[in-house]
């Protein structure tokens, strides 16, 4: 062998390996502690949460999931307040802190029901407001505007109680407050 059959196998090697490190460097994708990912299609679905998965387009598909605290605000003012036990009108505003319940189950539920809206407030909140004011006014009759006022720690309570397992259907849950 000449010198130049060495260098163009060399090279040959050395372009091979970037086009391989190429195409594995696009398919490889990493979860962060902000953000999962849920791996679907072949090999069956994997939840990632510190890790990263090689994604073979044909074969893989990927949602990402949002893992951080969002702040949901819910007001019922004016003809929508909410009515007590004693059948008085209460403007309320409350803020929900909801995240991604941080489990398998939780992720893969988040990613199969809300898909990309864990991403963006509105439309989470649009997609959710429904079980929450549900959940307040269910709270609300049961209690008369006094109580209301004088237990407010009861009245969340109460309410946290109310809609969480129906945020657990769609992999959320209830925080206490904003934490990133």
Known sequence: ??????????????????FIGLIMA????RATRETSL???????????????????PFLHKVAKVNMKTLRLEVARVNEQSLITKDRMRVDVGVEFYVSVNATDDGISRAAQT?????????????????KLIDGLRAVAAQMTMD????????FVQEVQNAISEDLLKNGLELGSGPIN
């Open 1 to 18: 062998m000449d010198m130049t059959s060495i260098l163009t196998i060399a090279g040959i090697l050395v372009a091979l390996l970037v």
């Open 26 to 29: 696009r398919l490889y994708k």
């Open 38 to 56: 849920v791996k679907t299609g072949a090999g069956g679905r994997v939840v990632i949460m510190d890790g990263s998965t090689i994604v073979v």
């Open 114 to 130: 809300l898909g990309d809206r864990t991403f963006h407030v509105e439309q989470l909140r649009e997609m959710i407001e429904g």
């Open 147 to 154: 109580e209301l006022h004088e237990n407010r720690a009861s």
